[in-house]
């Protein structure tokens, strides 16, 4: 990562502390861009609709970052950092579209949550009365 980071000649942090997911969320609201392999960090970073980078190592991986048509920069065990520079470089291009895209992707996706919990809840509440 730091290879990757110096070569992009912009201001990067690596976080390497361990942080309460509150605190996560609040530090990916103020960055452009979260590289990460994680799907919490990428989660958080979704939230913040924040662009991100997916270094994928296993499947749920590449299918979140599908499903919010976010980047990856292909599988942990064969990326590069010219890989990794390149996707950065494609976000920044397009970055205030990309952002604008992932931020309706999110309210798409916290209304379909609700909807979800509303009908969790009847349900329990069907099941109660043993309709």
């Not at 997911?21 to 609709?49: D, K, N």
């Not at 996707?87 to 309210?107: A, S």
């Amino acid at each position: 990562m730091i290879k990757t980071a110096e070569k992009m000649n912009v201001p990067y942090r690596i976080l390497s502390k361990t942080y309460a997911p509150e605190e996560l969320i609040g530090i990916m609201g103020h960055m452009e861009l979260v590289i990460a392999m994680r799907l919490h960090t990428l989660i958080y970073s979704s939230i913040t609709a924040t662009p991100m980078i997916g270094l994928i190592y296993d499947p749920k991986i590449k299918g979140y970052l599908d499903y919010i048509g976010q980047s990856d920069a292909g599988n942990v065990e064969s990326i590069s950092s010219d890989m990794i520079t390149m996707r950065v470089d494609e976000i920044m291009q397009g970055y205030w579209d990309k952002k604008k895209r992932l931020e309706n992707t999110m309210k798409v996706m916290k209304k379909k949550a609700k909807e979800n919990a509303a009908l969790a809840y009847e349900l329990m509440k069907a099941e109660k009365v043993g309709v």
